[in-house]
């Protein structure tokens, strides 16, 4: 009998290539992927750990799991993720409804892991930390995973112990993946129709890979994946403003496709926040990562990463926050309230009182929707160029991205699919853009 496996992923575009790579995985040994979970007789939950109660979130879930299949046979249970990896056994004695718990530097041991559980019953918990396996693992494995744009996961893990955050410990230490076996995937991508790539890692401007005595960084990758004719756009997330190399910023001048957007997160425009945040960066240097980018592209946007409310943040921290956002006018940013991590350094500071902390959050989204909403305005009646990643469900319209990664909708026609085309923005909200196809023969071959 044909079995099947339904994943549900919470957490970053990490998480979402992992999960894809683990559907390709577990095919191996006879699991189809299903969109349906109710036909599953393996159920994944792919978890993140970031903030909020993500622990309790996830019992909530293998509940609603349990539920569903009171009837029915039960599925493999298994926890992936940040969760799981922080957590270890203790989900298992916690809920033995769940079957494996799997971290995800161990995801080259899921197949023996269901093996074992299904042919011996055996409960079994993998939370070893070891990229380096995992990464030969999965080169081992076709990324059929293809779609117009692509994830690339070229880093795992940190080293910089940022006090609030809990990658280090729910990901393991800074691991680079083989330079050469990256490319290997980006060629099978983009042979497979891929025209954008983003490369992923938690800290991925922190890659490093050493081979013969020669070293090979985030810059090196971009302008090899520029040398690709049919590639038209590659990004990269997540940025570390302290790795912001000179050789990365000079990819903004040399490459073709490099994105003339970068998503480099600061969570506060105060030193002194930064400061008890570990940052190692000031306010200043920031700004001058941001100055060197614009004097070579001032078209290029800044996207960026907020807590406010970070313990110890007063007004006036918090206007100088708003201050900058004011300053640098970021697009698509994340901003959310401090969220103490079990673990971390920062888990057990005192809070600021929860009704400042919430005023103070919807003053920053305020700000950084504004910003927002006027950058799309300025759009209209422009044209711009879109890569035309779908049509639309039920839909004569399709689906695309700005370079700066603002969504679009716009009627289109046949066949655009994976092209770069140029649509006249007629409208616009806070999120998306709106418009439609230029002209037919205009269409920009890709
Ligand atoms: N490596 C990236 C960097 O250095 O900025 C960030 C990666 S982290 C997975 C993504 C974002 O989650 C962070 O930039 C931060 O804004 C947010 N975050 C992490 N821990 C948090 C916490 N304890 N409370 C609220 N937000 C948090
Ligand atoms: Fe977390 Fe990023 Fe800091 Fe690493 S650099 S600890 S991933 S916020
Ligand atoms: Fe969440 Fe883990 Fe990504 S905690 S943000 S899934 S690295």
């Known amino acids: 009998m044909l079995k099947k496996v339904f994943i549900k992923t919470f957490g970053c575009q990490m998480n979402e290539y992992d999960s894809n790579r683990i559907y390709e995985s577990v ?14 007789n393996c159920y994944i939950l792919n978890t993140c750990h970031i903030r909020d109660k993500a622990k309790e979130k996830v019992y909530h879930e293998i509940g609603r799991v349990k539920k569903n299949f009171k009837s029915k046979d039960k599925p493999i249970v298994i926890v992936a993720g ?47 930390f070891d990229s380096i ?18 994830f690339l ?35 099978q991508l983009i042979s497979n129709g891929s025209k954008e790539i983003t490369l992923l890692g938690q800290n991925v401007n922190a890659y490093l890979y050493e081979k013969n005595g020669k070293e090979y960084r985030l810059s090196d990758l971009i302008m090899e994946l520029d040398k690709f004719p049919e590639l038209k756009r590659i990004r990269y997330t997540t940025s570390h403003p302290i790795d912001m190399t000179d050789d990365l910023i000079q990819c903004y001048a ?21 400061k008890l945040m570990n940052r190692n960066h000031t306010v200043e240097y920031y700004l001058s990562i941001y100055k060197k980018l614009k004097k070579i592209n001032p078209e290029i946007e ?24 004011k300053k640098l006018k970021f697009i698509n940013s994340y901003s959310f309230i401090f969220s103490p991590r079990p673990g971390t350094a920062a888990s057990n500071l005192n809070l600021i009182d929860k009704k400042l902390a919430k005023e103070r959050l ?49 009627d289109g026609k046949k066949d655009i699919e994976g092209k770069i085309v ?19 023969k205009s269409v920009i071959a890709a």
């Open 133 to 150: 396996l995992k990464f030969s693992y999965f080169d081992k494995i076709k990324n059929e995973n293809t779609k117009v744009s692509s």
């Open 422 to 440: 140029p649509v006249l923005i007629e409208n616009s909200n806070q999120n998306n853009l709106f418009g439609k196809l230029k002209i037919n």
């Open 302 to 325: 800044f996207s960026s990463d907020f807590i406010i409310a970070y313990p110890g943040e007063t007004n006036k921290d918090f206007e100088d926050t708003i201050k900058l956002i």
């Open 254 to 274: 040399k490459s073709k496709k490099l994105v003339p957007f970068i998503h480099l997160p600061i969570q506060s425009g105060s030193d002194k926040i930064l």
């Open 27 to 40: 095919s191996k040994i006879g699991y189809k992927k299903t969109h349906n979970m109710d036909e599953a």
């Open 82 to 128: 940040c969760v799981a990896q922080a957590e270890n056994n203790e989900m298992i004695k916690r809920e033995p409804y769940i079957d494996i718990v799997i971290g995800p530097q161990a995801y080259h041991k899921i197949n023996d892991s269901i093996l074992n559980y299904s042919q011996k019953n055996e409960k079994n918990e993998e939370t070893d």
């Open 362 to 410: 919807k003053i920053a989204q305020n700000e950084l929707f504004l910003n927002q909403i006027l950058k799309n305005k300025k759009s209209e009646n422009k044209v711009i160029n879109v890569l035309v990643e779908n049509k639309m469900k039920n839909q004569e319209k399709f689906f695309g991205r700005a370079e700066h990664m603002t969504a679009v909708i716009f």
């Open 153 to 187: 996961t070229i880093q795992e893990g940190c080293d910089k112990f940022c006090k609030f955050c809990v990658v280090p410990y729910t990901r393991g230490p800074e691991s680079s993946r083989s330079f050469y076996k990256i490319l290997d995937e980006a060629k």
